[in-house]
């Protein structure tokens, strides 16, 4: 059980950035929802790197101890770079938004759109 | 937006050089350290966010236009998938790091030892993405900046 | 001779990388060729997309034809180290991805010449050539990829590039919320599968498709992981729970862009496909579960659900589509209409499989289900294209104003009625000859549904006849009275989909034979494809 | 309470239930049941990639595909923003 507390604050994270996805209406808690999402998947692929008593795989001055998993980082870097491009593209979205209606509430533009 | 006081424009000015050759190094040893072009690019980016936020993003649009932002990332990118394609003609695969193994430029195999001449062509892509991250981030940074400034809007 | 022929299959070998590759490099130039000039960007932007066309015709005729299987290794090497760990990412392509690939190639050339002439009053189309080409290379990886990570990181370029094209008219309001819509969608339902790949990657360590196919437990993590994957994937296809960004979306965005996304919703779709069938294939033949004494079949469970969903998405799409009066959203309702077609036949041929264990009837549901994606990718996209005449030459988009156009847009009412009987499936044209192998074999799993199935088509075409009678006939309307026909670019584009209609239409046993049972026998027969990375047979 | 608010409840409630169980079926942290292919590629990166970072080799060289599909990401991004807030006029 105490082994699988990361896992469990990963599933935290997912869900509170899935609660506010859902059930907030205001756009940029919906985004922050989103980044939420992402950080427990980041935090979730990073978790799966570790193993007990490793190092960062660099080879200059390891000692040839034993090293974390690599693929996980990698995966990790790309999947920040990621979010941060969707994150860029979605808060532009909000501006022109905002320029139109006046209003971030999401039920409020809908009445604006009819 | 104006800018913000002269005390932050000159820590600004002391601290961006130092950001810059911090960022420019942690690409050049992306296959020795930890970091790459990414995390180096995005050191560097950062420190150029800190000139839009203390000068302020009308200012620095009138020194640096998106459009040639925009021309630098597209550099970048072209080097990136040009090496790559460098790959399939030299070293007939896509993505072949066809350097490693010559006598002359990154061809060492380091065994342990933190020596730059190493790894092929890992260091000229993380050049080529490191340029790429700089220029990308900067300019959405500033695009954004400079559409919810007061004088700006669109480009 | 002979060394052409070398050339060709070298060229052969390494069409795979190229296909998605030279999108790519077209995509970093074009801002170059944008600043020479604008006649020159498009030419640029057309060359390389047939240029693309050129490698993807060659990989798919081998496919085909000769029925091979092709991999290619990014970086070199053999597909499998020592140990047998695919270490390096793979492309694997068979008969699946390969009809994939056609609709992708065909959509991709018609969208640019449509583009050539519909797109050219507007302002920043460097910008919009960048993406459509960013946009075309994330589909073709989308579709041509086996590895896990690669999938996503293509699933992600596809939906950022559609995105930002969906908010092209950036002056309209509800173009720039209808982008927001997709992208909050499109971002969470990718997080799911991101969330999925990590779950497997954790319990097997592979992120390629083949590799973890065989190495598959069924356990209770593979499942969320199932679960996640599908949720995920069936979000960005647009089936009922989360259909609402869909007619925004599409009804919202130029209509050369629809007529991508139409492409990218379809490949999620083969996402949802590959992981049902291929990933998940091997355990679900004999997924049997015990509930507290009740056995329950899993397999049957997600047909089930598959075949509900599906009614509800017809249902759905075809009553919105009868109260909308925007003539882009009402298209908009029908795709999703025809989207559950797609599902309808995909579980009742999982239901058929595992209730009476019919495999001849469950391989033509498949093979209706598969025939009618390209059927309509076909039938919808010459719509939106007709939709995109009509809004260019009045701009306008709502069916009230409407009126009289039958007489200055004749070539345009011709392909509107092409369309409007396609996706309707009346019998000369291709919707038919899909949708009936589609009632054929829900017929099997439940007479009732085959009859909703039926009056939901004939629902919708009462609703493009509508359209039709009020937009293109009816008296002439004074401010239509200078209404010019579309561009030529876009006639021709017109022309090309409406064509391959009326053919498909015509023959559709060449086209089921050649093009749809490989692609069929590649989705059943799942040990083939994990069979030619792991080499063991 | 509206409609969709229970509905989105009752999916959001089935969301967490399977997610936490899931949480509590992984391996134990700190000991992954498989990582050969992690060890295969640590134990081989030096003398097929010349690199001294593991994560580096892998990022560029074994996953450099991906690495293409980032930069594009990132690529694609600068471009959507930019395109978003172009001049709508000529």
Redesign the interface.
């Known amino acids: 059980m105490i082994y699988n507390i990361p896992y469990i604050a990963v599933v935290t994270l997912v869900l509170i950035g899935l609660y506010a996805v859902i059930m907030k209406r205001n756009l940029i808690k919906i985004v922050i929802g989103i980044t939420l999402i992402e950080s427990g998947v980041n935090l979730f692929l990073i978790t799966l790197a570790y193993r007990e008593d490793s190092v960062a795989p660099i080879y200059h001055g390891s000692g040839m101890r034993l090293m974390s998993l690599p693929v996980p980082h990698a995966l990790t870097l790309t999947s920040i770079v990621i979010g941060v491009a969707v994150l860029a593209l979605m808060l532009s979205l909000i501006i022109h938004i905002y320029k139109h209606y006046g209003t971030l509430d999401a039920k409020e533009i809908g009445r604006k759109e009819e | 937006m104006m800018g913000m006081s002269k005390i932050v424009k000159t820590m600004v000015s002391v601290a961006l050089p130092l950001t810059l050759i911090y960022g420019l190094y942690i690409i050049a040893h ?5 970091g ?1 072009g ?1 995390q180096g690019g995005a050191v560097v980016a950062s420190g150029l966010a800190m000139l839009v936020v203390s000068y302020g993003s009308v200012w620095t649009m009138d020194r640096i236009k ?1 459009k040639h932002l ?2 630098l ?2 550099l ?3 080097g ?2 040009g090496l ?2 460098l ?2 003609i030299f ?7 066809f350097l ?1 193994g010559n006598e002359y430029l ?9 020596n730059i001449n ?5 260091p000229l ?2 050049f080529a ?1 490191g340029l ?2 700089i220029a ?2 900067f ?2 940074v500033l ?2 900046a ?3 400034s007061k004088k700006g809007g ?2 | 001779m002979n060394g052409f022929e070398n050339i060709l299959s070298d060229l052969l070998v390494h069409s795979p990388a190229l296909i998605v590759a030279i999108p790519l490099l077209g995509a970093f130039l074009t801002p170059f060729f944008g600043k020479v000039h604008n006649t020159a960007r498009n030419t640029f932007v057309l060359i390389i997309v047939l240029l693309t066309s050129f490698f993807s015709f060659l990989l798919v005729h081998d496919i085909l034809v000769n029925g091979n299987i092709h991999t290619y290794v990014f970086g070199g090497g053999s597909a499998l180290t020592s140990g047998g760990f695919a270490v390096r990412i793979l492309f694997q392509v068979d008969g699946l991805n390969a009809f994939m690939a056609i609709i992708a190639t065909l959509f991709a050339i018609v969208g640019v010449i449509y583009s050539w002439s519909f797109m050219k009053e507007h302002t920043g189309l460097s910008k919009y050539y960048t993406l459509y080409l960013l946009m075309i290379a994330g589909i073709f990886g989308m579709v041509l990829t086996g590895d896990m990570f690669n999938f996503f990181v293509f699933l992600e370029i596809t939906s950022i590039a559609s995105c930002a094209l969906i908010a092209f008219y950036t002056n309209k309001g509800k173009a720039v919320d209808a982008g927001f819509k997709y992208i909050v969608v499109s971002a969470t339902g990718a997080l799911f599968v991101l969330f999925a790949i990590a779950i497997l990657y954790g319990q097997y360590n592979a992120l390629n498709i083949a590799v973890l196919a065989s190495n598959i437990q069924f356990s209770f993590l593979d499942r969320i992981a199932l679960v996640l994957l599908i949720s995920g994937l069936a979000m960005k296809a647009g089936i009922v729970p989360m259909h609402m960004w869909l007619p925004d979306a599409y009804g919202r965005a130029p209509s050369s862009v629809t007529l991508l996304l139409i492409v990218a919703t379809q490949a999620s779709l083969y996402g949802a496909l590959r992981m049902i069938f291929t990933l998940f294939g091997g355990q679900l033949s004999r997924s049997v579960n015990e509930v507290g004494g009740i056995e329950i079949n899993v397999n049957l469970l997600i047909g089930a659900v598959l075949v509900g969903l599906a009614i509800l998405t017809i249902f759905v799409g075809v009553l919105m589509a009868l109260k909308e009066s925007d003539f882009k959203r009402m298209i908009g309702f029908a795709a999703v209409a025809e989207i559950g077609y797609m599902i309808l036949a995909i579980g009742a041929a999982l239901t058929i499989m595992f209730s009476v264990n019919d495999l001849e009837t469950s391989r033509l549901a498949l093979n209706g289900g598969i025939f009618h994606i390209f059927n309509d990718a076909l039938d919808v996209g010459l719509l939106f294209l007709v939709a995109g005449a009509v809004y260019y030459a009045t701009k306008e988009t709502s069916l009230n104003r409407l009126g009289g156009l039958a007489r200055n847009m004749k070539y345009t009412t011709v392909f509107f009625l092409i369309g409007l009987l396609a996706v309707a499936g009346m019998p000369p044209m291709n919707g038919f000859s899909s949708k009936l192998i589609i009632y054929q074999s829900t017929f099997l799993v439940n007479p009732i549904l085959s009859i909703i199935a039926i009056l939901c088509s004939i629902l919708l075409l009462a609703v493009f006849v509508k359209v039709f009678y009020s937009a293109f006939l009816g008296p002439k309307q004074a401010k239509y009275e200078k209404v010019k026909e579309a561009p030529k670019s876009m006639l021709v584009a017109m022309a090309i989909v409406a064509g391959i209609i009326l053919f498909i239409g015509l023959f559709p046993d060449i086209f089921i034979s050649n093009v749809v049972e490989p692609a069929t026998r590649a989705l059943v027969n799942s040990g083939e494809y994990i069979q030619y990375i792991m080499g063991v047979i | 309470m509206d409609k969709r608010t229970i509905a989105a409840a009752v999916f959001f409630s089935i969301v967490a239930v399977f997610l936490i169980f899931g949480a509590l079926f992984m391996h134990p942290f700190g000991d992954p049941t498989e990582d050969d292919m992690d060890q295969y590629i640590i134990d081989n990166t030096q003398s097929q990639t010349g690199a001294d970072n593991g994560v580096t080799s892998v990022v560029f060289d074994y996953r450099g595909f991906d690495t293409l599909g980032e930069a594009t990401v990132l690529f694609t991004a600068v471009a959507g923003v930019i395109l978003i807030f172009r001049r709508l006029k000529k």
């Open positions: 992306g296959h020795l350290t930890p790459g990414f998106e925009s021309s990332e597209s970048g990118a072209f990136f998938i790559a394609f790959g399939l070293g007939s695969w896509f993505f072949n790091n490693l990154f061809g060492m195999i380091g065994e342990g030892a933190s190493t790894a092929g062509v890992i892509m993380n993405v790429k991250v990308g981030l300019a959405i695009v954004m400079y559409a919810t669109d480009l």
